[in-house]
Structure formats: structure tokens, C-alpha cells
């Protein structure tokens, strides 16, 4: 009996696959990083279409692990969300991005405003407006430069409970966007009813937006439904001065993307900045 338990625990380790020890050895790891401060947030330039202006940033977390390099957040985000991990993580981003913003705009650099995004569970999290209005005051950083950036399919699931929480929020005076619009179950009535004041087009319909017509199509509804709702609207993904081009003779306010910035540390953000002052 004692051989074949023996057997089967090594059955079990066996067939767990590499990427399911990887998993486990990550999570650690994971809890590591956060006590040791390896956790990095990169910031990337949202632009207005008409002025060629900064609008604001969104931030975006890394990790610089010692033996990965950096790391992004789609190898350690939905692991984060498993775990529980994504609170006391997603805690510390809005924090860190708040209090550098802050600092930016004491050094009178005045970027707008910074994104930041929430997973479900941190925001479904019992008293997360708390925890929003804790690290503004803690920081000092005006609501108003503050937009937190929800998914759609995480606002449509409980949407009622959405309202209440995008109420709090709104009432605080920080804005609230719509993330990965189109790849959802939108309710439209429910949506009309978010107090909201941004839907961000997801990149799948703007990758091909200025040859594909299907993209097309739907790009086009996403920004005249904007609209038509008095929303801004911004464009994830632009890469090529022809995606930009089609936006902007549709009427999209923002884009985002690498044709403008790749998301950069807070040291090549500032270089950025100060580079685009002396044109
Ligand atoms: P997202 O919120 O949709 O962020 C946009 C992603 O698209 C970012 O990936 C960004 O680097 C990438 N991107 C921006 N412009 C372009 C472009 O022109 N082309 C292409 N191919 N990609 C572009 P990233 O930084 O790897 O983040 C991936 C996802 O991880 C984010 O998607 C978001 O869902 C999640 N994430 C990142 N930071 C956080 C965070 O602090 N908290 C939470 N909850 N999630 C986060
Ligand atoms: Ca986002
Ligand atoms: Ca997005
Ligand atoms: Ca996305």
C-alpha cells in the first residue's frame, strides 16, 4: 500500500505540466516581489488627435524580476487575481502612480491626468472607495487627475452593483473609463447609466482599422455611440500613421499606442516631455 502511495504521488507530480510548477513557483515569487519592491509602473502618453497633445498616462505595472528581466503584467496580472495577490498589488500601483503624478505636477509638469487600471476582484473588493480616497489624501494628488480604467466585461457582470460603486467613485470627482470596449456584452442601458466619461475602443478593432472593413465598421459605432452618449472615446493600439489618420477623419478624440510611445519608465517619460517642450 505504502509503494503504491508512493507511486501515485509521483504520478501526480508527474503530470503536472511545467507551466502548472511554474505557476506555484511564480506565485511565491510573486508575494516576493511585492515585499521587496521589484514591482516597476511604466507610463504611456495618451494623445489628443486634433492638438497632438499629452491628454494623460496610463500606467502599466512591471516586474523586474532578478532572474526573468522585465516582466509584463499578462504573466503575472491574471496569476495575481487568482491568488488574491491583485489587492495588496493593485493597491500599490494606484498608489505609486498617484504619488509620482503628484510629484511630476509639484515640478510643474502638468500631464493631465493618469490611468489607472482595476481588476474585478479589487474592485468588487468591500470598501474599495476607501482605499481610493485614502491614498489621494495620503498623496495629494487632485481627484481630478485621476481616471481609473474598469473593463467592460467586469462592469457588465453585477452592473448594478457597477453603478454603485462607479457612483462612489464619480462622486469623489475622478473620472472613470471603459477598458477593452467591444469585447464585452455591453447593456446599453446599463451603460448610459455608468457614470462615466471614456470608452477606450479595444486594440482587436483598430489593429487593422484603416484596411480591414468589418474593423472599420465597428470602430466607427464604438466612436459615434461615444459620442452620441457625450463620451470621449480614445483609440488602444495605434501603430501607423494611417490608423491615425482614419481616426482622426472619423472623429475619435485620443489615441494610444506605439506609433506615439511605447509605455516608458518615468525616466524616459520625462525625457519624452522634456524633449517635445523644446520643439
Ligand atoms: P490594457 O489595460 O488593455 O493595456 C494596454 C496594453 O496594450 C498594454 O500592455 C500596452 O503596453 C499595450 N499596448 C499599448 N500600445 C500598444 C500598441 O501600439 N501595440 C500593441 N501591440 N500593444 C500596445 P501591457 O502593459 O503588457 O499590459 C497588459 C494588460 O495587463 C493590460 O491591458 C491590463 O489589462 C493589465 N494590467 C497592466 N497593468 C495593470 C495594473 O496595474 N492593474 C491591473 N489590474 N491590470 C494591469
Ligand atoms: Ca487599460
Ligand atoms: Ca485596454
Ligand atoms: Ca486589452
Redesign the pocket.
Known sequence: AKAAGKNRAQFYVSAMSDSAVNYLLLENDLRRALEQNELRVFYQPQVDLNTGRITGL?ALVRWQHKDRGLMSPVHFIPLAEETGLIEPLGAWVLEQACARFQHWLAAGIDLCKV?V?LSTRQFRQEGFEHTVAQVLRKTGLPAQCLEL?ITESSAMENAANTINMLNCLSDMGLSLAI?DFGTGYSSLAYLQRFPIQKL?IDRSFITNVDRDDQEAAIAKSIIDLAHNMSLEVIAEGVERASQCQWLGERGCDQVQGYFYSKPLSEEALMNLVSDSERV
Do not use: L, V
Open positions: 496610463e490611468a487600471n480604467e477598458d477606450k
